[in-house]
C-alpha cells in the first residue's frame, strides 16, 4: 500500500460528488479519485431537472455525457385564470441514468458503493467499517444537515413515475400546475411527459414544517391523475424534503459543520438557489471550479470552497429575501408569489433559475403592488432544524 489511497477522497456519491469525480476524470485524469457512497448506488432515488439557461457551456459539457432526456419546445405554468407556455429547453436526469452515466464515463474502481464515512479529517476517511483511506483532499459531499443558524420553510414532495394505459397526450413539461387546492402551504402538481405512455407527477408544497404525510400525499396524487385521466403501471415513486432557506447566519453555519482540513461541497457546503433547492447548477459550476484547483492541498481546498460559498451566499441575498416574502405570507396567499413572476419576461426568468438576475432583473420583480403584505417580509422565520 503507499502512503495514500488516492489523491482525493469524495464522501458522498450523490449530485454533487458525482460531477465532481467525473469533473476530475475529464479535465484532470491524472489525479486519483475514490467516490464513497453509503447506499447501493450513486445518485440515490431522485430525478433532477434543469433549464439549458441555468448552466454554462463548460456546465451543459459536463452534463451532456448523461443520458437526459431533452424538451426542445419549452414548458408551462398553469395557475387559475392565467397560463403560460415559455420556449427555454428543459432538460431532466434520473438517478439511475445519472448512476449508468458516472460506472461508463470514470475509471473502474471509481465508486465504492455500501461505503458508509464514519469519520473525516483532514488526511482522510475513516469508514463505519474501521477502514481507513488516506488522501490528499477530502470533500464531504453528504448532504444538507439541517441547522439552528439558517432559517426558512421547506420544500417537500411526493412524486410517480407512471406508464399509462393510453397515450397521456401531454406534450411538455407542466412546470408548476397551481390550479390545484392550496392545502398545507404553496402547493403545485408537476408533471414531465417522459414517453407517449410514460409520465412523471409530483405534487409539491411550500410548508413551514418538514412534516412528509405520504398517505396524504398519495391520496392527493391518485386524485390529481384521475381528474387527468392517467391511469396505468405504477413504475417507480420517489419523495423528498428539502429546505428553503430565508435568512439566519452563514458563518455561524460553517462553523458548525467545519471538519478542519476537510473541503465542504453540495447543499451541505450551501451551494443551493435558496428559493427553488436547486442544486444542479451549482453542483456542475463548483465541479468544474474544483477540477481547475485540484491540486491544491486539503485544507487550501477547505478555505477554497468555503469562500466561494460565503460569495454564493451573498449572491443570493435576493432569493432569500423573496423567500422571505413567501413564507411571512399566509399559506392561501402564497400563490400569488409565483403567479406574479410568472407573468414577468422570460429572460428574467430564466436568469431567476440560474441564480443570475440582475439588479433591473431585481427591481422589475419587487416593482408595483406587491403579490402579497409587505408585513410578510417582516415576518420571523423559524430556524431550519428538524424536532427531535
Given amino acids: 500500500m503507499t502512503e495514500r489511497d488516492c489523491d482525493i477522497a469524495i464522501v458522498g456519491g450523490g449530485l454533487a460528488g458525482g460531477l465532481i469525480a467525473l469533473a476530475l476524470a475529464r479535465l484532470r485524469p491524472g489525479i486519483a479519485v475514490q467516490v464513497l457512497e453509503a447506499g447501493p448506488a450513486p445518485g440515490g432515488n431522485h430525478r433532477w431537472s434543469w433549464f439549458e439557461s441555468d448552466l454554462s457551456d463548460d456546465g451543459l459539457r459536463l452534463l451532456d455525457g448523461f443520458r437526459t432526456i431533452r424538451w426542445a419546445d419549452g414548458y408551462e405554468v398553469r395557475f387559475p385564470g392565467f397560463a403560460r407556455t415559455l420556449a427555454t429547453p428543459y432538460r431532466s436526469l434520473s438517478s439511475a441514468d445519472f448512476a449508468e452515466g458516472l460506472a461508463r464515463m470514470l475509471p473502474a474502481g471509481t465508486i465504492r458503493t455500501d461505503a458508509e464515512a464514519g469519520a473525516l479529517d ?34 417537500v414532495f411526493m412524486g410517480r413515475h407512471l406508464r399509462t394505459a393510453a397515450p397521456h397526450g401531454v406534450e411538455r413539461p407542466v412546470i408548476m400546475d397551481a390550479t390545484v387546492a392550496q392545502l398545507d402551504g404553496y402547493r403545485f402538481v408537476y408533471v414531465l411527459p417522459l414517453g407517449a405512455d410514460e409520465l412523471f407527477v409530483e405534487d409539491t408544497y411550500y410548508q413551514d414544517t418538514p412534516l412528509l404525510d405520504r398517505s396524504v400525499l398519495s391520496v392527493r396524487l391518485d386524485q390529481y391523475c384521475r381528474a387527468q385521466g392517467w391511469d396505468g403501471e405504477l413504475l417507480g415513486s420517489e419523495t423528498g424534503v428539502l429546505p428553503v432557506v430565508t435568512g439566519g447566519d452563514f458563518a455561524a453555519y460553517q462553523r458548525s459543520r467545519r471538519i478542519p482540513g476537510v473541503a465542504v461541497a453540495g447543499a451541505r457546503g450551501g451551494f443551493a438557489h435558496p428559493l427553488t433547492s436547486y442544486t444542479l447548477p451549482f453542483a456542475a459550476e463548483t465541479a468544474l471550479a474544483i477540477a481547475a484547483e485540484a491540486d491544491l492541498p486539503g485544507e487550501q481546498m477547505a478555505a477554497m470552497l468555503e469562500a466561494r460559498a460565503r460569495r454564493h ?41 440560474a441564480g443570475r438576475s440582475t439588479l433591473l432583473d431585481r427591481a422589475r420583480v419587487l416593482c408595483g403592488k406587491p403579490p402579497v403584505p409587505l408585513r410578510a417580509l417582516a415576518a420571523r422565520q423559524p430556524p431550519l432544524q428538524v424536532a427531535a
Fill in 122 to 155: 483532514r488526511d482522510g476517511v475513516t469508514l463505519a467499517s474501521g477502514e481507513r483511506l488516506a488522501a490528499r483532499a477530502v470533500i464531504d459531499c453528504r448532504g444538507f444537515a439541517p441547522s439552528p443558524h439558517l432559517t426558512g420553510g421547506w420544500q
Fill in 313 to 353: 451566499w451573498r449572491a443570493t441575498r435576493f432569493y432569500r429575501r423573496l423567500g422571505a416574502m413567501l413564507f411571512g405570507a399566509p399559506p392561501e396567499q402564497r400563490r400569488r408569489v409565483f403567479e406574479r413572476f410568472y407573468r414577468l419576461d422570460e429572460r428574467l426568468i430564466e436568469r431567476f433559475y
